[in-house]
Structures are given as C-alpha cells and as structure tokens.
T-cell receptor
C-alpha cells in the first residue's frame, strides 16, 4: 500500500524567510497530493493541492512542486509570517480495490520566530 | 468548519469501558472517515464509509468499530477502551468531485483519555 514520508518533523525559521517541507510517496499510481494546515487546537484544513498532470502550483505565498519520477513533492512558503506557525501534513491518494483514500505524512511542526 | 461536528469534544474514561464518539455533517457528503492523531504519527485512518451501506477498515481498525446510521452520521466505538487508545480523534467528510481530487473537511476533534 501507499506510504508517505514527511520531513522534517520540526522546522523553525525567522519571520520573512522561506520554509520548505518535503514528502515522498511509494505508490506510482497516486495522482493527487494535498497539503493540510493544522493550527494549534484547531482542525486540519486544506491549503493547497496538486494533481499529477502539473509540476507546480502557486497560491500567493505558498507553492507546491511535484516530481513524479522521483515520487516526491514539496511545500514552499515564502515571506513567512507568524500566522504560518502550525503543523503541516502532506498526503497522497491511495487506491485499494477500486476505492481511493488519503494517506497522510507524519506532520511537520513549523515555528516562525519573530 | 461548523458543517462537521463531533461529540463529545473531550472525554476521560477508564480501561475496559465502552465509548462512542459521534460525528454529524450537514455538507451532504457521501464519504465519511474516522482518523486518529498521535504526536509524530500524523493522521491515521481507522475506518471509512463511502455511503450508508459501505464500511471499510483503515490502517488501524483493531479495537474499533463504526456505524453509519445515515448519510449525515458516522459513529466510532471503542468496545473496551485501553490506555494506548488515548489520542485526538477526527471525523472527516468528502465529496468526490473527480477521480483525482478528494478534499476532506474535518470536524473539531474529540480528545479521548483512557486511564
């Protein structure tokens, strides 16, 4: 089955700097890769996603890149702000007997230092 | 997202007790999920249901059972709770728009402590 590995587990950056979180997946059939953000005490919420037919997608200060050959994808946050502090989860869709579901990475706790 | 609610929000119980966590949604989605969140382990899928008559095991279903009472309701039960089931539990819903997307909407979570 699908396995998603996420690194690093914790990341601390200075406000205004960039942050990069990386994930690898094992199932070459996976074709959808979302990223979720979970603020302290809150529920996870989708912030950006990418499908396998594109290599990069941007939304203001966040971007996601996908390398299907290497089976890895990354989240890039530029000009980081205090409100970017949260736990971020990557995920990949997994297929099992015709059904699909998401497999999540272990999470990255991002801290933005003022 | 107020469209997905969970009860209770916090629960402390003792080893061996039966516990039920409930999830309700007003989004009209067919798909519902139960996840468990532990520090450093991410979100792990316990059970999922693609419609009222469909129940599927996730990666960590042992010790848990579910019931899909209606499209809008999906309950998770711990028949005999044990301490290593102490965790934050999330319900989620999704509405498959296309074969390659599956945005999930999470409830607020239930923090369960088993003593």
């Amino acid at each position: 089955g699908e396995n998603v590995e996420q690194h690093p587990s914790t990341l601390s950056v200075q406000e205004g700097d960039s942050a990069v979180i990386k994930c690898t997946y094992s199932d070459s059939a996976s074709n959808y890769f979302p990223w979720y953000k979970q603020e302290l005490g809150k529920r996870p919420q989708l912030i950006i996603d990418i499908r396998s037919n594109v290599g990069e997608k941007k939304d203001q200060r966040i971007a996601v890149t996908l390398n299907k050959t290497a089976k890895h994808f990354s989240l890039h946050i530029t000009e980081t702000q205090p409100e970017d502090s949260a736990v971020y989860f990557c995920a990949a869709v997994a297929y099992n007997q015709g059904a699909q579901k998401l497999v999540f990475g272990q999470g990255t706790r991002l801290t933005i230092n003022p | 997202d107020a469209d997905v609610t969970q009860t209770p929000r916090n629960r402390i119980t003792k080893t061996g007790k039966r516990i039920m966590l409930e999830c309700s949604q007003t989004k009209g989605h067919d798909r519902m999920y139960w996840y468990r969140q532990d520090p450093g382990l991410g979100l792990r899928l316990i059970y999922y249901s693609f419609d009222v008559k469909d129940i599927n095991k996730g990666e960590i279903s042992d010790g848990y059972s579910v019931s899909r009472q209606a499209q809008a309701k999906f309950s998770l039960s711990l028949e005999s709770a044990i301490p290593n089931q102490t965790a934050l539990y999330f319900c989620a819903t999704s509405d498959l728009l296309s074969p390659s997307t599956d945005t999930q909407y999470f409830g607020p979570g239930t923090r369960l402590t088993v003593l």
